[in-house]
C-alpha cells in the first residue's frame, strides 16, 4: 500500500505559480511512477504529467507543456508540480496518483490522494 498526501493548492491570479507537493508513505516510493490529474467542476478527470519511478521520463498534456513541471525526490518521498503561468482554466481539483504502471490512463493507477484544489482567478 503507498498513501498519498497532496499540499500546496490555493487561489492565485493569472499569471501567477503554484507548487504542489505529494508525500507517500508505505512502500518504497522509488519504486512507483507517479502522475498528477486534475477534475474541474462537471468535467472528467483528466491527465496532467506523469514521471517515471527512476525519474528519466516525463509525460504532459498539450494543454500544460511548457508552463508546468513535473519531480520528485525519492531520498524525501515526495513528488512535486510546479505550475506556472497559471490560467482559470487551470482550475481544478488536483490528485497526486502512484502505481508500477506508467502512463496516462487513469484506471491504472491503484493509488491516489485526496486531492488539493487550485483556483486561479482572471
Known amino acids: 500500500q503507498v498513501q498519498l498526501v497532496e499540499s500546496g493548492g490555493g487561489l492565485v491570479q493569472a499569471g501567477g505559480s503554484l507548487r504542489l507537493s505529494c508525500t507517500a508513505s508505505g512502500r518504497t516510493f522509488s519504486y512507483y511512477a507517479v502522475a498528477w490529474f486534475r477534475q474541474a467542476p462537471g468535467k472528467e478527470r483528466e491527465f496532467v504529467a506523469a514521471i517515471s519511478w527512476v525519474a528519466g521520463k516525463t509525460d504532459y498534456a498539450d494543454s500544460v507543456k511548457d508552463r508546468f513541471t513535473i519531480s520528485r525526490n525519492n531520498a524525501n518521498n515526495t513528488a512535486f508540480l510546479q505550475m506556472n503561468s497559471l490560467k482559470p482554466e487551470d482550475t481544478a481539483l488536483y490528485y497526486c496518483?502512484?502505481?508500477?504502471?506508467?502512463?496516462?490512463?487513469?484506471?491504472?493507477?491503484?493509488?491516489w490522494g485526496q486531492g488539493t484544489q487550485v483556483t486561479v482567478s482572471s
Open positions: 496518483a502512484a502505481d508500477r504502471y506508467w502512463g496516462r490512463r487513469i484506471a491504472s493507477y491503484d493509488y
